[in-house]
């Protein structure tokens, strides 16, 4: 189906759906009492029913004998939503003048909003049932061509699509798909374990005494391993400190 004539069947829903409403707002326009003496009533509203009958029957290609059909099951949805349409303005009139009065119930509240939806609801079913009994005089090429139409119109009236989110950012799960799975307890994501109390990372600072916080500043270097002198602690950990000796104590005294 092309584009031009989706939006076609779009315009002729949304007139059908829209027709009952204008007729609706006139009838309570003129039985408004007006508040000055001078009433200008509204302009007629349009009657696009002949636009409808007319596009339907071309895309359907009903022959005579279907388009009086048609014509009947026309008139007989009107007469049936007609005062339907009366009834959900009226009520929708009084549920609204509910907001004028001060601490209204909230049992109110509903018995009002669940007449007007009973109304609405039965408007639904004889426009299901008018659409029904339509495709029902079609033959079996045309009933594929209205289904095809009646899809088509109603996937254009639905709710507009939003972006789709960016793969790994707004949907479950996708992160963790991308990161791998989750490590096993006491190891690193890289699979690798992480190094014993006291001792540091190949290639990392060494790690800080007993008693001394990180934002004290970095480590004092052992005796004999400062940066001074050339030496450096063997990778994995410090060196541990010759016999007799406590680490960062001063060295034994000589007995001789």
């Not at 095809?148 to 996937?155: P, V």
């Not at 109390?197 to 005494?209: E, T, V």
Request: aromatic letters at 6%; a positive charge; proline letters at 17%.
């Amino acid at each position: 189906m092309s584009n031009a004539t989706n939006n076609r069947w779009l315009t002729i829903i949304t007139l059908l759906l829209l027709t009952a409403n204008i007729v609706t707002l006139a009838l309570l326009w003129t039985n408004k009492k007006p508040d000055r003496e001078e009433f200008i009533p509204p302009p007629p509203p349009q009657q696009p029913g002949g636009q409808v009958f007319e596009f339907i029957s071309n895309e359907l290609k009903l022959d005579s004998t279907q388009q009086e059909n048609y014509k009947k099951l026309r008139e007989e949805h009107q007469s049936q939503v007609r005062p339907l349409q009366e009834n959900i303005g009226k009520a929708k009139d009084s549920f609204f003048d509910l907001l004028k009065q001060e601490n209204i119930s909230d049992s109110i509240v509903e018995s009002f909003s669940e007449k007007i939806g009973n109304l609405e609801e039965q408007r639904d079913v004889f426009t299901f049932r008018h659409f029904q009994k339509l495709r029902a005089i079609c033959t079996n090429e045309q009933k594929i061509r209205f289904d095809s139409i009646i899809q088509q119109a109603l996937r254009q009236m639905g709710p507009p699509r939003g972006p789709r989110p960016e793969f790994g950012k707004d949907r479950p799960g996708e992160q963790r798909r991308n990161d791998g799975p989750l490590p096993k307890p006491g190891m690193k994501p890289d699979g690798k374990r992480p190094p014993p109390d006291g001792m540091r990372p190949a290639g990392g600072p060494p790690p800080h005494p007993p008693g001394m916080r990180p934002e004290d500043g970095p480590p004092p270097h052992p005796p004999g391993m400062g940066p001074g002198n050339g030496q450096h602690p063997p990778k994995g950990g410090m060196r541990p400190p010759p016999p007799g000796r406590r680490p960062g104590g001063p060295p034994p005294k000589d007995s001789h």
